[in-house]
Nanobody, 124 residues
Framework: QVQLLESGGGLVQAGGSLRLSCAAS????????MAWFRQAPGKEREFVAH????????YHADSVKGRFTISRDNAKNTVYLQMNSLNPEDTGVYYC?????????????????WGQGTQVTVSS
């Protein structure tokens, strides 16, 4: 089992950057596939990015491709989401998720463990 704690959210102007962190506690973090999802007010939770447990393969949603980058540091039990060129449509609660599946999923049903979320607000 793994516990996840996100940090790094906040208020930023359009065009700005933020880096989210997700610290994992528990055993064998390096064996987990990690992902980021987000949920805007009044909308369903949507996939943002995922990364295999080796860190060798990443995938980003079209809406964030070229602007966001997922990465991980297994030595620190932490996964990151670097967010650049933010726009107001990126506003929402960002969640870190983990699962022991071998093939990452873009569906939130594919992840067993979730953090509590961190708020990102982008002003125009």
């Amino acid at each position: 089992q793994v516990q996840l704690l996100e940090s790094g959210g906040g208020l930023v102007q359009a065009g700005g950057s933020l880096r989210l962190s997700c610290a994992a506690s528990g055993r064998s973090f390096s064996w987990y596939t990690m992902a980021w999802f987000r949920q805007a007010p009044g909308k369903e939770r949507e996939f943002v990015a995922h990364m295999t447990w080796t860190g060798g393969n990443t995938y980003h949603a079209d809406s964030v491709k070229g602007r966001f980058t997922i990465s991980r540091d297994n030595a620190k039990n932490t996964v990151y989401l670097q967010m650049n060129s933010l726009n107001p449509e990126d506003t929402g609660v960002y969640y870190c998720a983990a699962d022991q599946r071998f093939i990452p999923s873009t569906s939130d049903t594919g992840y067993m463990y979730w953090g509590q979320g961190t708020q990102v607000t982008v002003s125009s």
